[in-house]
Nanobody, 130 residues
Framework: QVQLVESGGGSVQAGGSLRLSCAAS????????MGWFRQAPGKEREGVAT????????YYADSVKGRFTISQEYAKNTVYLQMNSLKPEDTAMYYC???????????????????????WGQGTQVTVSS
């Protein structure tokens, strides 16, 4: 049984930082795509960042490039999302997700579409005030 457990959300002022954690269990962590997604009230869930655990290759949405960093602690089957220079528009419920596959187009990468992922955590709230 796959379990993804997020932690680290909270409330910060604009310009602040938070680090989200996602501990994965029940899957072969060495070769999966892990992703962070977010959903703001009244908006669709969107991909924020992805990481292929086998190579560490990453993807970022344009809206967070240069501010967010996805990383992993392989020995702990844990993925992190370091969020710096937070903006009020980053306010959302953040979800960790996983899928037992990777894509290849000359190099390994992970898709960022919500429908591509079939394992989801319960979510953690991030609120950024101006």
């Amino acid at each position: 049984q796959v379990q993804l457990v997020e932690s680290g959300g909270g409330s910060v002022q604009a310009g602040g930082s938070l680090r989200l954690s996602c501990a994965a269990s029940g899957l072969t962590y060495s070769s999966v795509c892990m992703g962070w997604f977010r959903q703001a009230p009244g908006k669709e869930r969107e991909g924020v960042a992805t990481l292929y655990t086998g190579r560490g290759s990453t993807y970022y949405a344009d809206s967070v490039k240069g501010r967010f960093t996805i990383s992993q602690e392989y020995a702990k089957n844990t993925v992190y999302l370091q969020m710096n220079s937070l903006k009020p528009e980053d306010t959302a419920m953040y979800y960790c997700a996983a899928v037992r596959r990777v894509w290849y187009d000359g190099s390994y990468y992970c898709e960022s579409g919500v429908s591509e992922y079939n394992y989801w955590g319960q979510g953690t709230q991030v609120t950024v005030s101006s």
